[in-house]
């Protein structure tokens, strides 16, 4: 996860807020991988950039 995504602006409602889902296999570990990133206001899901123009 990139900071540049994590501080982009929803491209439907323009709400800066986000939310982090995470998948977490176990709580004793420190180990959880991201699932997504959602918008708070609206629930839009961010989708992960690939590098290519
Ligand atoms: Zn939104």
Do not use: N, S, W
């Not at 296999?25 to 899901?45: M, N, P, S, V």
């Amino acid at each position: 996860m990139k900071m540049e995504e994590l501080l982009q602006k929803c491209p439907v409602c323009g709400c800066p807020d986000k939310k982090v889902l995470r998948k977490i296999q176990d709580e004793h570990r420190a180990h959880a991988t991201t699932k997504g990133i959602i918008c708070e206001e609206c629930g839009y899901e961010f989708k992960p950039k690939k590098k290519e123009d």
